[in-house]
């Protein structure tokens, strides 16, 4: 079939913590895959993508590898901020793009 | 560049009354989805329209809700009459067939049912 499952939270960190999100996929063939972010009172935003086998998709300090291996797409970053307090959506483009649940992320100071 | 505008951005109304969202997405974009996120079932899709035309209305909860496309640059979601548990955030998104499948989403409407 064609899922996205991704680590669910909600997940607090301290600034500065090292940031990993879990996602793996299943799917036929090599879709894009995609991370968005939902800050508070918006809607969801694309973050990074990545379109084929080993592409590191990266932005805002934010980085994931596309790792055919393991069917993977872990979303991490080195050093969280406060502002990057968000809720986190690992997706892939199907007819219809298939969205995980969602990782909620705290940040404290 | 225009994002994707919905309206209202919030909505409050009685049981039974009928709700009308409206959604306006991006110029040149031929494919359009509508989604509802609840704290109790996240983000769940509820139908989507390529160039207009209806193509999976499997999400879609129940008769209570319909939706149109009547041309490319408007969608309406209605639900007829409206009941409390149908209280949500519901977003607009839309897409250009044959991109990378990025979607781009409307800052959503919130409805609340009393």
């Known amino acids: 079939g064609n899922s996205v499952t991704q680590m669910e939270g909600p997940v607090t960190l301290s600034e500065e913590a090292f940031l990993t999100i879990n996602c793996t996929y299943t799917?036929?063939?090599?879709?894009?895959l995609f991370w968005y972010v939902q800050y508070p009172g918006e809607g969801l935003q694309l973050l990074l993508k990545?379109?084929?086998?080993?592409d590191k998709g990266s932005n805002k300090g934010f980085e994931a590898t596309y790792r055919k291996e393991t069917t993977s797409f872990h979303l991490e970053k080195g050093s969280v901020q406060v502002s990057d307090s968000a809720v986190y959506f690992c997706?892939?483009?199907?007819?219809?793009?298939?969205f995980g649940p969602g990782t909620s992320l705290s940040v404290i100071p | 560049d225009a994002g994707v505008i919905q309206s209202p951005r919030h909505e409050v109304t009685e049981m039974g009354q009928e709700v009308t969202l409206r959604c306006k997405p991006i110029?040149?974009?031929?494919?359009l989805f509508w989604y509802r996120q609840t704290m109790m079932r996240g983000l769940e899709l509820l139908i989507y329209?390529?160039?207009?035309?209806?193509?999976?209305d499997s999400g879609m909860p129940e008769d209570r809700f319909s939706a149109k496309m009547p041309n490319a640059s408007f969608s309406t979601l209605k639900i007829q009459p409206s009941e409390p548990r149908d209280s949500a955030v519901y977003f607009c998104?839309?897409?250009?067939?044959?991109?990378?499948?990025?979607?781009?989403f409307g800052e959503g409407s919130r409805l609340t049912v009393l």
């Open positions: 998104a839309s897409t250009r067939l044959g991109d990378t499948g990025e979607l781009f």
């Open positions: 799917a036929t063939g090599y879709p894009s």
């Open positions: 990545a379109t084929k086998a080993d």
């Open positions: 997706a892939r483009p199907y007819d219809k793009v298939i």
């Open positions: 110029s040149g974009h031929n494919s």
């Open positions: 329209f390529n160039n207009n035309v209806p193509i999976d």
